[in-house]
């Protein structure tokens, strides 16, 4: 069973492939039908400002974590760990696609 989901979500990603361009346009590859999205100052200059967002409270709840830990307040402190670093991981890959979409906006203008 879990190999009949495995590939079927194969297929499907070969169909419905998506790719994020940032910088430049990419030739689509010939075995799959892509689109490519390419990135407007506003959109990235709202990315930016999210992923700042989401750095700055994520890295906020860092201290807390390390505070509860330390105190031993902490129900499941593998999972609140897990919270942060996803978070702080979102907010990392927001803020590089923010610069780098405002770079490549303001190059193509």
């Known amino acids: 069973m879990l190999l009949a989901v495995a590939n079927s979500a194969k297929s499907l ?5 998506l790719h994020l361009c940032v910088a430049r346009s990419e030739a689509p590859r010939s075995d799959t039908i892509s689109a490519t999205m390419k990135l407007t100052r506003r959109t990235s200059t709202i990315l930016l400002v999210i992923g700042l967002y989401m750095l700055l ?4 709840r860092v201290f807390t974590w390390i505070e509860e830990f ?3 307040a902490l129900v499941a402190p593998g999972v609140h760990f897990t ?6 991981a ?3 890959y927001l803020t590089y696609l923010g610069f780098k979409g405002r ?3 303001s190059r193509s203008s």
């Not at 409270?57 to 906020?60: I, K, L, P, S, V």
């Open 13 to 17: 990603q070969q169909v419905y492939s």
């Open 57 to 60: 409270t994520w890295g906020f």
């Open 70 to 72: 330390q105190a031993g």
């Open 83 to 88: 919270l942060v670093v996803v978070g702080l």
């Open 90 to 92: 979102i907010g990392v």
């Open 103 to 105: 770079g490549a906006a």
